[in-house]
């Protein structure tokens, strides 16, 4: 076997460390397949590189040219997905966990990148929430925003996931516009060197985006500032020491953590033997111990039954547990491969014996290889303890391998107090039928957990499962599991973005943040806007109709249409007996449906389709023999590709008195 000699990325050049390098050895045969290290590399010099060339590059690009970049990046990773699959087997990963960290990895860019064109708008600042109004006439206002942090987010990530955990990392920094520096565990880091080339050979990124470190960090930590992240994944001993970094301290440089968590899984009261979810609860357990050899931060720890089902628990997952294939991961039928590292064998089995000492092992022999040779294989470790409060080493020690335990509990209130006990976690599942019980689990451990799935016959089918983080939702917990947020879509690009509130008239704020905002010009031309493409549009322009008057006659023929003769619109006395009318009004939908009918231009043109409505509010009744105009303003505008994009219009419907009687966004796809 070829050794590889793994490559730093520095000041976008691939550079070998210069002093003493690591061997890293194959999880599967133990023989020596890498080496690395970061010596001679200029720290310093990273960051500058980083804040000066890679910040403002990515900043001059608009949220969807890094959203499409995203996309190419991960249209490569994709591209060359096999030359990863045959790495990762080294790593001890089985085809089905490679997917979860290469395919896995790539579709989180991809996630990323569709919400980036979706919900960001095609520029470089982002709005945080509505205008608010500061003064009675409306010349003075505040807007919050968020604008990219202008230095470094510094990503140290775990052996566990050598693509994902780098990837679900670098898409929303990158969204965000703010470089990063990528710093891999070095057990597994050859597989994410491979991945991170793949991404520099693409030729999408901008100088100084992306920087690589294949060893330590040496005196990074010492050039840290305020305007820097370090996002970490790993054990909380080295959260804590690198946390406590007197420069982290006195900087207030913001630290993303997310480490050791003793996730819990719970049958509920209802599932007993011979149900759904008894089923269900005995297949995910044993899936969370195996996948990944159990090497996953979200992995099922801790599994609570009913004390009344505890023996057919354990029968059921010994029996389901010895159908686990271990071995070679190339090798065909295969269910489990190895641990990372014989270092990583050496420490859970020295866990395993710390769990011991308060319960007892019912299924494996954490001491005796299943494979021959020097790869770093174990069988699934099963434990089990009958006096939960009184065995403290399940709810504080972390077996970071294919090791669980299980628990009886009382009922509901005794299994919530079990699964808090273990001081946060990044994930916890229920598996019950009973909606009331699904509530007041909710309720009672919501707090202690970043993410809670409640599994039923109803969603297993199409569920991703008790340790799936999705891009899509936060991936953090408190306490135990650091404290931190990741990925949850947009709410993940913030974390890398300073929220600052903007205070202004609505004028110079409507120009800063490139949205119409209320009480910023308005701009009447001569063509109708519907006549205009994208690109001809500004922020401002804006139509005013004519009026038309609203007859008792035009209410009763809307009712007599739509089938809509709610009393309000359709019996005087009835009406006048609500606090809110005088009288007779008219239909909200008449009221849209009229504003259409006078802002419409009907002609094919730039207009594609009316996408939706937003934010709709009815302010003021309209009555019979009261007139409706309508004001018609671009708020803002976004080009989605080269056929189409969108147009969000503010629409503000008066009456004669010029009292506002309903507001909306319109939303259409126009020709770019």
């Not at 901008?206 to 005196?219: F, I, N, S, W």
């Amino acid at each position: 076997m070829t050794t590889l000699k793994l490559l730093n990325y520095a000041t976008d050049r691939w550079t070998a460390g210069t002093g003493p390098l690591t061997e890293v050895e194959s999880a599967v045969t133990g023989d020596m397949i890498a080496l690395t290290g970061s010596q001679g590399l200029d720290f310093a010099g990273m960051l500058r590189h980083a804040r000066t060339v890679g910040g403002p590059a990515l900043r001059r690009m608009t949220f969807h040219q890094r959203a499409w970049m995203l996309k190419d990046l991960a249209n490569a990773v994709m591209a060359r997905k096999e030359e990863l699959y045959e790495l990762s087997y080294d790593t001890g990963a089985t085809r089905t966990d490679g997917w979860i960290d290469i395919e896995g990895g790539a579709g989180t860019l991809f996630s990323f990148s569709s919400k980036g064109r979706r919900e960001l708008p095609n520029g470089r600042i982002l709005i945080d929430g509505a205008m608010e109004p500061l003064s009675r006439g409306g010349s003075f206002v505040g807007q919050h925003v968020y604008t990219p942090l202008q230095g470094v987010a510094v990503h140290i990530n775990a052996f566990n996931f050598p693509v994902w955990g780098m990837l679900e990392k670098l898409g929303p920094t990158l969204l965000a516009g703010v470089p990063a520096i990528v710093k891999p565990a070095s057990s597994t880091g050859y597989l994410t060197e491979a991945a991170f080339r793949i991404m520099i050979e693409a030729g999408v990124l901008p100088p100084g985006a992306l920087q690589l470190v294949m060893g330590g960090v040496g005196d990074l930590f010492d050039h840290l500032t305020l305007q820097d992240v370090v996002s970490f994944t790993g054990s909380a001993q080295t959260a804590m020491k690198l946390q406590t970094h007197p420069v982290i301290a006195r900087e207030s440089v913001r630290f993303i953590a997310e480490r050791d968590s003793l996730n819990a899984s719970i049958l509920g009261p209802d599932a007993a033997p011979g149900t759904p979810e008894f089923d269900l609860f005995v297949k995910e357990v044993v899936r969370e111990m195996t996948a990944k050899a159990g090497q996953k931060c979200t992995a099922i720890r801790r599994a609570m039954a009913p004390a009344e089902h505890i023996d057919a628990v354990e029968e059921a997952l010994r029996q389901r547990l010895a159908k686990v294939k271990i071995g070679d991961p190339r090798e065909e039928g295969v269910t489990m491969g190895a641990l990372a590292s014989r270092a990583q064998l050496t420490s859970v089995r020295a866990a395993v014996a710390e769990l011991a000492k308060s319960a007892r092992i019912v299924a494996g022999d954490p001491d005796t290889s299943p494979v021959a040779g020097n790869g770093a294989f174990m069988s699934p470790i099963l434990l089990r303890t009958d006096d939960p409060w009184h065995a403290q080493a399940v709810h504080d020690v972390e077996a970071f391998g294919p090791v669980s335990t299980i628990m009886p509990y009382r009922d509901l209130d005794d299994a919530i107090a079990l699964a808090n006990r273990g001081m946060g976690s990044l994930a916890l599942s229920l598996f019950t039928f009973d909606a009331q019980v699904a509530e007041d689990f909710v309720l009672g451990a919501g707090a202690y957990h970043g993410r809670m799935l409640i599994l039923d016959r109803t969603s297993a089918k199409e569920s991703t499962g008790h340790g799936s983080p999705l891009p899509v939702l936060v991936h953090g917990g408190p306490g135990r599991a650091g404290g931190g947020e990741e990925m949850g879509g947009v709410r993940g690009v913030t974390h890398y973005m300073q929220r600052t509130a903007l205070q202004g008239a609505p004028a110079v704020l409507s120009s800063i943040v490139g949205q119409w905002l209320p009480g910023a010009p308005k701009v009447e031309g001569e063509v109708h806007p519907f006549r205009k493409r994208i690109s001809e549009l500004a922020i401002g322009d804006t139509l005013k109709t004519a009026s038309r008057l609203v007859t008792l006659d035009d209410i009763e023929h809307f009712a007599a249409f739509t089938g809509d003769n709610f009393y309000a619109h359709m019996d005087e006395e009835a009406a006048k007996a609500n606090p809110i009318f005088d009288g007779r009004v008219a239909h909200g939908y008449l009221i849209l449906s009229f504003a259409a009918g006078l802002f419409v231009d009907p002609a094919p043109g730039p207009v594609l389709a009316n996408t939706g409505l937003e934010h709709l509010r009815f302010l003021t009744p309209l009555y019979p023999g009261d007139s409706m105009r309508v004001e018609l303003t671009v708020k803002s505008r976004s080009v989605r590709n080269e056929e189409m994009g969108e147009v969000r219009w503010a629409v503000y419907v008066f009456n004669q008195k010029d009292e506002i009687v309903a507001s909306y966004d319109l939303l259409t796809m126009n020709l770019p």
